[in-house]
């Protein structure tokens, strides 16, 4: 007994419902309303700690791909940062005041099952991008600190261990429950900026006293590629190995409901406004220190330093810190970008548990304890787990898979705004974004061609993602999914009639010419066939299925008297559901068990099975009656379902 009671109180408190304090990170229209505003500038450093936070292996990443080509590379990707990410996501912004990105324009932009597998599959790279951002700000974090000469010796070389620690760590932190901290992020981001901006400083100083070091390194690029264009050409075929530097823009739109943006009917346009501020600024910020950090650490670092194994390592500014500044100033920065990294991951942790809980359940294709936070930190954390055994740990390894998941959703987010300006008619817009979808969509393929360890990890999501949510589809799909029912004025006057003669009694009725002797006829089976009783005056209920991709949905039930009959009429993603949520709704408003009328089926019933499922039709009655059987258990309250 003391057994059960344990694992039952356990129970509770692993599916305890807290994912509404993520859901204020990434903007959940629902929790919207209980989020606090800030200033633009507050919310970018919340932003930052994903964006900002690369800047720790960013330029030794960058060194490793492009070798001395480095600042040049750096300097592609900073124009397309500028020319491409930033339009994009400005107009992310405009299109989704509320924060609910690029996923949710493609899914208004491409319905029914085509939208919803998309989503699944873009959701599937998300899941990459997150759990990436977790492991590799881990690896990143451990390589900071073993390479740190005050760190106790047992630790050094033990790069596995500290990003594992770090992992559990964070997710210790989101089993106790997490809550946004604007004012964390602001500390964090605020000390970071300002240490990198002394080291880069510092550098930078360095190279201006020692000329030659710029000389000999323009030697030794005109001796390994000859001209200005091979360069050119050379950097523009590894920058795809550089796209981590574009991190940061899907977080950035997410986290809009938290930014202020005034009071009344104006407060929409101002929260665009300071958000496309956020962007700009937060993007030019990193341009800057992405262009200084990288010459800085080609000119003064070694090549040899940046190879695995070597000082500088992923871990490039933090090396220059210590050769500069001194021991005790390289700690801190440590420190510093060992504290921003495991933030960032915090970020990203809280951003994967809201997507999961904002898309499947909605699209029913996620399991009953999906909307719970305990069980995804869980197994999100097993994943980070697994992630980080398979690549040893390793900063750079895990380089590919990250700029896979970064570049497929940012090339969405292109590809969203494209469609859109299509779909506008601003044919100007229309050309330019789709030049930079292209631009983008290359990259993305280069960067999988070169690296496909992105695309492995993140086909094992997409695949885990969509037969999961199938399964759960199918599993959830006789469940009452209908939040609300609302008759109109007509409707009520015809359910008041059939109140005052004491039963209500419906046909349901599969409309096609909707002519007299279609109703005569139907009424006329179910008297015969269903015994229906000759006294009554029944009323016709017909459905027509709308997007039956659609899980959950609210219905507006029409009242209508055509050739002499009563009919409600109203449209649902599913027949079945719809039939039984009015029924329901009847029956608590007016006090009588209605009842209603079916004529069976002819068919195959597998098949039935599977258009229900996908088509929201099927064999109407038995799924009716099942459905609810599951919403009310009590037999003496259910409402009666009559087949002939």
Known sequence: MRKQGDASRVRRWLFEDEHKRAAQLSGNAREQVKAHD??????????????FSTLGYQPGIAALAAGLLSPLATVVLIVLTLLGALPIYRRVAAESPHGQGSLAMLEKLLSKWKGKLLILALLGFAATDFVITITLSAADAAAHAVENPYLPGFLHGENMLITLVLIALLGAVFLKGFAEAIGMAVALVGVYLALNLVVVATALVHVAHSAHLVVDWQNLLVRQHGSIWAMVGVSLLVFPKLALGLSGFETGVSVMPLVRGGDGDAAADGRVRNTRRLLTIAALIMSVFLITSSFATTVLIPQEEFQPGGQASGRALAYLAHAYLGGAFGTVYDLSTIAILWFAGASAMAGLLNLVPRYLPRYGMAPNWAGATRPL?????????????????????????YATGVLVLISSAALAVTLSAVKRRQRIAAVAYSLITVVFAYTTVANIVERPDGVKIAAFFIAAIIGTSLVSRATRSLELRVERVEFDTAARRILDKSVRS????LIANEPHGRTEAEYREKEQEARENSHLPQDSAPVFVEVTITDASDFQSTLHVHGEKRHGYRILRVKS????????????????????RPHVYFAWTEGNPFKFLLRYLFSGDGDVPPVTREVLRRAEPEPALRPLVHVG
């Open 38 to 51: 800030h200033p633009w500038w507050k919310v970018m450093c919340l932003t930052g700690v994903d964006y």
């Open 377 to 401: 930190v869980i197994v999100i954390s097993v994943i980070a787990f697994v992630i980080t055994w398979i690549f040893d740990a390793s900063v750079d390894a895990q380089g590919g898979a």
């Open 502 to 505: 004491g039963q209500i009694r």
């Open 573 to 592: 993603p599913s027949i079945a559901n719809a039939i039984a949520a009015i029924l329901l709704q009847i029956r608590d408003e007016t006090g009588i």
